[in-house]
């Protein structure tokens, strides 16, 4: 018996179909069998990529999430607050609703867990990418712990929308860029 060839579209409409119930009703509305139906699939086509729903979360946001931009404004602050303006559009998108079911599922599912670590990672990319340029050009004298950093600029943003249902105003953002900026500045805290 002949295998039937694979549709190398169908990842792709899969990917499609998880991010479209994200955006609409976040982690909870989303079902491995809706992601078939909406992909004009079966189930089996899910589970054979992805095992748990998480796992297919996590690379549905991989493959979606918008991109976070370097800017090289030659100055570590303007350059900062580029950053935040990418990571605040990101987070007022509707994906964000039910984020914290999907947060919640991660340690259950190390596979799905380095998958969204690799892309979270990913994100912070353009963060290391100013800092390093920062110290190049001598606006710091060492390099910071970058993890604080990324948790200073995403922490807030997350919180804003998550707990307080809004995102950051302008003038947030404007504090936001400050601070990180003064901690990069100050070098790596004593412990």
Same mark, same amino acid.
């Given at each position: 018996?002949l295998?039937r /060839?694979k549709d190398p ?5 899969l990917?499609e ?11 909870d509305a989303?079902?491995m069998s809706?992601?078939a139906?909406r992909?004009?699939a079966?189930?089996?086509?899910v589970?054979?990529?992805w095992?748990t729903?998480t ?10 999430? /918008?991109?976070v ?8 602050r303007?350059d900062?607050?580029h950053f935040l303006?990418?990571l605040?559009?990101?987070?007022r998108? /509707? ?5 914290v079911g999907?947060?919640?599922e991660l340690?259950?599912?190390p ?12 994100r ?12 190049r050009?001598?606006?710091?004298t060492?390099l /910071? ?13 997350m ?8 995102a950051m105003t ?6 936001l860029a400050d601070t990180i900026t003064?901690?990069?500045t100050q070098?790596s805290?004593t412990?």
């Open positions: 018996m295998a /060839p579209s169908l990842e792709k409409r990917l179909s998880g991010w479209d119930i994200l955006a609409e009703g976040g982690f989303l079902s809706e992601v139906t992909a004009g079966h189930r089996s086509d589970y054979r990529r095992t729903k796992q297919l979360v996590a690379e549905v946001l991989a493959a979606h999430l /918008p991109s931009k370097s800017c090289d404004t030659g100055d570590l303007e900062l607050r303006d990418d605040s559009r990101s987070w998108a /509707p994906w964000t609703e039910g984020l999907f947060l919640a340690p259950k599912d596979e799905a867990e380095v998958t969204f670590l690799n892309m979270a990672k990913h912070s990319q353009p963060l290391t990418e100013a800092v390093t340029r920062a110290l050009r001598g606006e710091i060492e /910071p712990d970058l993890a604080l950093l990324q948790g200073l600029a995403e922490g807030p943003l919180h804003k929308r998550l707990i307080g249902r809004q302008p003038s947030e953002l404007d504090l003064a901690v990069a070098g805290p412990r």
